[in-house]
């Protein structure tokens, strides 16, 4: 069974930063791309930013420049730096990876960390 681990969320003043951690275990062949998405209340899920197993990174427009996503595929874990926040940074943040199982590579999702930005 593989699950995805989220950590590092919190209470935040705007401008100031926060590094989320997403860990991976379980039983699985490989990690291939992965990601953070976000859901602010009202609104739908909708990706923040993506790498691949070589790190090569895209992101939204909304968070181009003050945030940055990295992975360690050592540690399987990846990581979303994220600076000058602001208040409609505010969301549900969840890890996602595409990994490969004995039964095939299927979309993982994790449990959800809180990202609150506010004086």
């Known amino acids: 069974q593989v699950q995805l681990v989220e950590s590092g969320g919190g209470l935040v003043q705007p401008g100031g930063s926060l590094r989320l951690s997403c860990a991976a275990s379980g039983s699985f062949f490989s990690i291939n791309a992965m990601g953070w998405y976000r859901q602010a209340p009202g609104k739908q899920r909708e990706l923040v930013a993506t790498?691949?197993?070589?790190?090569?990174?895209n992101y939204a427009d909304s968070v181009k420049g003050r945030f940055t996503i990295s992975r360690d595929n050592a540690k399987n874990t990846v990581y979303l730096q994220m600076n000058s926040l602001k208040p409609e940074d505010t969301a549900v943040y969840y890890c996602?990876?595409?990994?490969?199982?004995?039964?095939?590579?299927?979309?993982?999702w994790g449990q959800g960390t809180q990202v609150t930005v506010s004086s």
């Open positions: 996602y990876a595409y990994i490969t199982v004995v039964t095939g590579t299927r979309g993982y």
């Open positions: 790498v691949t197993t070589d790190g090569s990174a």
